[in-house]
DNA sequence: ATCCAGAGAA
DNA sequence: TTCTCTGGAT
């Protein structure tokens, strides 16, 4: 059996027995795999589960999250990390509502346009809510290239497995299977891999270590805005105080974290008081 | 300690 | 191309 067709069967096998199951693979509605895909850039499967169920009881479709303030939705977004996500999927679903009639673009151009929709999310988008073909590459299914055709290099870059991937879904499409399905399949053949074997996505050029946490920027960012959550606004000073980060290193940590946070639009000054913008 | 269904700005 | 953004499960 030729390499691809080999890997191809390998994949399916896997996914027939040990696939996985998810309420954002279970729905065909593209707002809600959109919102999905929002959640799961870089945050494990996990941890997005019970926010994304929780996710459509306080913001049941596009227009409710449009006209969200970006406290809820920072509330709502709270424990799945990377806040600026919230605030790009929320100016998404206004662009959705007020420019696009509420419906979710189905293709790559327009996905593109949105805030926060990268490549990756928008071949996913056009993937799982459109089940249109495009070559989707992240963590987990480069794991799945790296380990079955790069078992010995050292750094294999996305040029590399571009070639496989075209092979390989057209392959598992003219078998019958379904590109939505030809993913999900993918993913979970990495997840598997990784339980496993040494995670292959180390020997990926896109793979980079995480910087330590304490002592960060994003530290001081983390803590700022758990303290507003329960103040609402307050002064640079006083949320020094209540974070415990007076301490002059510690306090310029807080001041860059919070130039940073206006600069990006989540927070602004009301005279000296920093909040959440509207 | 490791790393996650990446995106955007510098 | 490189750097930064999160915090919780394992």
Known sequence: MPPVDEFVSAVLGLYRSEGRSFPWRETRDPWRIL???????QTQTVRVLPKYLDWFVQFPDVQALADASLADVYAAWKGLGYNSRALRLRDSARIISNDLAGTVPDNETALLALPGIGPYTARAVL???YN??????ETNIRSAYIFHFFPQAAKVSDRELLPLAQAAMHQALAGGCTVRDWYYALMDY???????ETNPTRRSAAYTRQSRFEGSLRQARGALLRALESQR???LSEIAQHTGLSEPADYHRLQKAAEALVAEGLLCYDQDRLRFVD
Do not use: D, T
């Open 35 to 41: 919102v999905s895909e929002f959640m799961l850039q």
């Open 127 to 129: 993937a799982f809510a």
């Open 132 to 137: 249109k073909p495009g070559i989707v590459l």
């Open 190 to 196: 990495g997840v598997f891999l990784k339980k496993h």
């Open 233 to 235: 606004s307050a002064p």
